[in-house]
């Protein structure tokens, strides 16, 4: 709260996003919660209001973000540690685009170490464990093996995982796999509107309507509005015919599939539920092709990225070098700002002292590996204990190494 100005405080899931909230409400903050769970009406409002300054602090997931350019972000704070430096770089990154004065703050303790590790372990299951999901899919759908390609249906993960008595966070991770794979696709919770097919023909269709007059208007709107409805499923919208109709949306159903059960028409109501659907024929679960390749240098390749940003947190290396170092701009100088420069600082080494000795020791070094006696007297006596605080560092940062008890360059 002594940090004026609007900030954004990230988390890993949607649940704490919550939870934070509430506590910075509790303490008279002005503050939301934001992920991708919400609608899109309540994420715009959140959103705009934040923008806007009428909301100072947004709790988030790494939903959020993406295209904003809010140039008075005063603080970021990370209270759990990204799975990897480019999101950490892009999401601090949006405090202080302003050019003044900006925190950005990240709280980390070895919980955050196992579980990044554990997600990782999750994220990749075994190729073995995939094909037992991918079995299990077609006990559940009932599919037989050589049929379901392009088949889609309602799909319920938890009630799947119960079922099955499979881990959720796994499960969803191979279903992604045989998704990656060309297997199946996965969709979210979007809407699929309903849709009606005539089944009958012109005639026929004209007889019922003379002996059932309950349809006649709900048919004759038919026949107006759906014109190809005699050809191929068209999709309606129940809610703008049923006040059309003057009817509840549930009368407007329950006539369609009383048409249905006639033979009038096909009718296959609206969908919001996540739907799955089979993109190739069942196969049995031995017969899926992997590229294992490509998955097993994806998965080291996310390993890379978890222990690259433990390190970063855990280093005692300017925080600034370490990230450009990571970018790839490796000439660069202590920031003098972060926590470890002013740790550094507060052992009287400052960081012209540092940058001075540092330069002469990599001179020294060139030629020759040295003991640290030798490189200590190359300096004054005075500066001994800053010199040795200095190779410290140095070693910290990766700039130097040590090489059968002597102070080496580090080798390419």
């Given at each position: 709260s002594k940090v004026q100005g609007s900030g954004i405080v990230y988390v890993r899931n949607r649940r704490k996003t919550k939870e934070v909230a509430l506590h910075?409400?509790?303490?008279?903050i002005s503050a939301e919660y934001y992920h991708a769970g919400l609608s899109p009406e309540r994420r715009g409002q959140r959103q705009d209001a934040w923008m806007n300054n009428e909301l100072r602090v947004i709790v988030a997931t790494n939903a959020f973000g993406m295209g904003i350019d809010k140039s008075d972000v005063r603080i970021v704070v990370h209270l759990d540690l990204p799975d990897s430096l480019e999101a950490y770089f892009q999401e601090a990154g949006r405090a202080g685009r302003d050019r003044k004065k900006a925190y950005a703050v990240m709280l980390y303790n070895d919980s955050d170490r196992q579980k990044l590790e554990r997600q990782h372990t999750l994220s990749y299951p075994e190729l073995s464990e995939v094909r037992r999901i991918y079995r299990?899919?077609?006990?559940?759908?009932?599919?037989?093996i050589g049929s379901g390609e392009g088949e889609s249906f309602d799909f319920n993960i938890v009630d799947f995982t119960n079922n099955y008595s499979l881990e959720l966070v796994p499960t969803f991770n191979a279903l992604r796999l045989l998704e990656k794979?060309?297997?199946?696709?996965?969709?979210?919770?979007?809407?699929?509107?309903?849709?009606?097919?005539?089944?009958?023909?012109?005639?026929?269709?004209?007889?019922?309507?003379?002996?059932?007059?309950?349809?006649?208007?709900?048919?004759?709107t038919i026949l107006r509005t759906y014109q190809g409805a005699f050809l191929n499923p068209v999709p309606i919208r129940e809610s703008q015919l049923a006040s059309f109709l003057k009817i509840p949306q549930m009368r407007l159903r329950r006539l369609?599939?009383?048409?249905q059960t006639q033979d009038i028409l096909k009718y296959i109501p609206q969908k919001d539920q996540p739907q799955l659907t089979f993109l190739r024929e069942r196969v049995d679960?031995?017969?899926?092709?992997?590229?294992?390749?490509?998955?097993?240098?994806?998965?080291?390749?996310?390993?890379?990225?978890?222990?690259?940003?433990?390190?970063?947190?855990?280093?005692?290396?300017?925080r600034s070098q370490q990230l450009l170092a990571y970018f790839g701009e490796k000439e660069t100088t202590a920031c003098g700002i972060c926590d470890v420069c002013l740790g550094r600082n507060k052992t009287e080494?400052?960081?012209?002292?540092f940058q001075r000795f540092s330069e002469k020791i990599l001179?020294?070094?060139k030629h020759e590996n040295l003991l640290t006696e030798d490189i200590v007297d190359s300096f004054s006596p005075r500066h001994k204990n800053r010199v040795l605080r200095a190779l410290e560092f140095m070693l910290e940062e990766g700039a130097l190494a040590e090489i059968d008890g002597k102070m080496a360059l580090p080798r390419s």
């Open positions: 910075l409400q509790r303490r008279q299990a899919l077609g006990s559940y759908f009932q599919l037989a794979e060309g297997w199946v696709n996965l969709s979210e919770s979007v809407y699929i509107p309903s849709t009606i097919q005539i089944l009958t023909d012109k005639e026929s269709l004209y007889d019922f309507q003379l002996r059932n007059r309950q349809y006649d208007l709900l048919i004759k369609f599939e009383q048409l679960a031995d017969n899926l092709n992997f590229d294992q390749k490509q998955y097993a240098f994806r998965r080291k390749q996310h390993e890379e990225r978890i222990q690259r940003a433990i390190r970063y947190a855990t280093a005692t290396a300017c080494l400052s960081n012209e002292e001179r020294l070094l």
